[in-house]
């Protein structure tokens, strides 16, 4: 299958994995606090620096020198390595699609050269990233007009899924850099409300669409599409003249996409060997390209590339993807720590956490191996999820700090704000520092009990201001949230989920799992109309069909 590796010998039989099992023992009770304790000059020891303005502090993880060995043999006890050259040379690694997954390509300088089946993907990434630069110079300069003559000054990024949440989330991120492109809007869901509550506020003679679907099939972006077509006319009179105009698609069904009347000039390609859930690098991010212009989404790509020399070049001890994906594993597989949470510092990443959502659950949320026996004796990808701080704070940190689980954490903290508001940042900062550490050291007993005294509390108080410590965190400090270090930043969390997938002999690249409900949601549809429930429905699902019916027709 090409995959480097014994893909049948289980991951529980390597010899790392009886190490690590044997380690993890001794830190059921014992953590980082007590690995600062024995090791002075941990924090600098266990931090990665691959570029000086970004430093990833992975100290207050659980792991000491001995754990990190370990999981850096078992990481190429898994073939790690192997894989990461079978990723950048093409190899057809998402096997059960029969496809390379060469988002890398995607960034990559002019001058590379990939080769798939005998002909180099670089020139063809350049070209279409070419006459999608022009594209949007255009709009944003005012040049490319819309049916009536005028500039375009909104625009509405029609898609889901990778089509949606990686251009959202940018977009967001980088609207400091925004000067004087049109703003950019996003409709993902079917449910009418997202396309009404969007359109309610534009007009249609003003609004270029932009239909984002690799496979302009998905039932969502379809049914928005069309929706949002008819409002273009309807805006026009009713006519059609220049309806073109107002239309983009970013796809790699060019007929389907010229058949819902997107002409050729404006439809932009995407490879079968792009997921969409890594697709934001192509033409995908059109949409970020249109709000900041094309010089910061190169700076992005840039940003992503340099990440990924990182990765394939550094060894995996000093590789900052590699070592969280094996830490990850750590918290996982041994410490019983199955989530994450994805605690961005900085709003302008609040949406990181629904982008590494679909990023690592989609890829990592498997239960067949590659070879396509079942996982046994190990669990694979984690529950991510999340929230920007402090927002967290006040909602769901109670139980990071005195639940039963431990729920391992990454803090992004960006040093520098992009706004004048310096107290706000510094309290930011100060949060950001105090809740890493208060996770970590937590307070004893004795402490606990001395502040209960202060506050002139009852000894029964003790217990509950007592925090265990020991929880899990990494720390992502960057100077400032650059468009390359966008880049930097989505570039180690791709290649942290393709680490782990590997070791855990799965495969990331695909994701049947979301199959099977949106054929039975095809099904149905007759049933909600009013027509016979589909002959698979269960009873519960006949149960609610009838009820659904009858509320229905009372409406
Ligand atoms: O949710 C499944 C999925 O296939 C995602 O992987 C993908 O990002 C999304 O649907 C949208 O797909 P498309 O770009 O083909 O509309």
Same mark, same amino acid.
């Given at each position: ?6 893909? /049948? ?92 997954? @060469?988002? %890398? ?5 002019? &001058? ?8 180099? %993907?670089? $020139? ?28 375009? /000054?909104?625009? %509405? ?16 991120? @980088?609207? $400091? ?36 679907? +690799?496979?302009? /099939? ?64 192509? #033409? ?5 390209? =249109? ?18 020399? &990182? ?11 590699? =070592? ?14 199955? /989530? @994450? ?57 109670? =139980? ?8 391992? #954490?990454?803090?992004? %903290? ?44 009852? #000894? ?57 409900? +949106? ?37």
């Amino acid at each position: 299958m090409g995959t480097g590796s014994d893909d /049948t010998a289980l991951l529980t039989s390597c010899p790392s994995w009886a190490r690590l099992d044997a380690l993890a023992r001794g830190f059921r009770a014992r953590g980082a606090r007590e690995l600062f304790q024995s090791a002075p000059g941990r924090a600098a020891a266990m931090s990665c620096a691959p570029f000086e303005d970004l430093l990833i502090d992975f100290s207050k993880q659980p792991v000491s020198e001995e754990v990190l060995d370990a999981l850096v043999a078992l990481a190429t006890e898994r073939g790690v390595p192997a894989a990461i050259e079978q990723m950048f040379g093409g190899e057809a690694i998402n096997v059960t699609e029969g496809r390379a997954a @060469l988002h %890398v390509a995607l960034r990559m300088p002019a &001058h590379a050269s990939i080769m798939l089946d005998g002909q180099d %993907v670089i $020139p063809e990434v350049h070209a279409v990233r070419e006459r999608m630069g022009e594209f949007v110079t255009r709009v944003r300069s005012g040049e490319e007009v819309a049916a009536d003559g005028g500039a375009f /000054t909104d625009i %509405v990024n029609i898609g889901i899924g990778g089509s949606d949440l990686g251009p959202r989330m940018v977009t967001e991120a @980088l609207a $400091p850099y925004a000067e004087g492109g049109p703003t950019v809007h996003f409709v993902s869901n079917v449910d009418g409300w997202d396309l009404t509550s969007t359109l309610a506020n534009l007009d249609p003679r003003r609004t270029l669409v932009v239909v984002v679907s +690799k496979t302009f /099939t998905t039932q969502e972006t379809m049914t928005n599409a069309r929706t949002a077509r008819r409002w273009l006319v309807d805006g026009h009179a009713g006519s059609e003249e220049g309806l073109e105009r107002h239309l983009v698609a970013v796809s790699s069904a060019r007929d389907a996409a010229a058949a819902f009347g997107v002409s050729p000039e404006r439809t932009f390609g995407i490879w079968e060997w792009v997921g969409g859930r890594y697709s934001l690098w192509s #033409a995908v991010g059109i949409s970020i390209a =249109l709000a900041v212009g094309m010089d910061h989404f190169e700076s992005l790509l840039e940003g992503a590339h340099e990440m990924d020399s &990182h990765f394939r070049d550094t060894p995996l001890a000093r590789n900052v993807p590699a =070592l969280a994906a094996m830490i990850g594993i750590w918290n996982a597989n041994f410490l019983g720590a199955p /989530t @994450l949470a994805i605690l961005p510092y900085d709003e302008r990443l609040r949406l990181l956490p629904a982008y590494l959502q679909q990023a690592d659950m989609e890829s990592n949320g498997k239960s067949s191996r590659l070879d396509g026996a079942r996982v046994e004796g190990y669990g694979t990808g984690p529950v991510v999820w999340g929230a920007a701080g402090t927002n967290g704070q006040h909602a769901f940190y109670q =139980l990071m700090h005195q639940g039963t689980q431990r729920v391992p #954490a990454d803090f992004l %903290v960006a040093a520098t704000a992009e706004h004048e508001h310096d107290e706000h940042h510094e309290i930011l900062l100060a949060n950001a520092l105090a809740q890493s550490q208060a996770l970590m050291m937590g307070r004893d007993r004795e402490a606990a009990r001395a502040v209960v005294e202060g506050e002139g509390g009852g #000894a029964s108080l003790v217990a509950h201001r007592t925090f265990d410590g020991n929880r899990p965190s990494t720390t992502m400090l960057y100077e400032r949230l650059t468009p390359r270090m966008m880049g930097r930043i989505l570039s180690v969390y791709e290649h942290k989920i393709f680490v782990q997938g590997r070791v855990w002999g799965i495969n990331s690249f695909d994701q049947w799992g979301v199959e099977l409900g +949106k054929s039975l949601a095809k099904g149905l549809l007759p049933a909600v109309r009013g027509g016979d429930a589909p002959a698979d429905a269960d009873e519960s699902t006949r149960h609610l069909l009838g009820h659904l019916r009858r509320m229905r027709s009372k409406g």
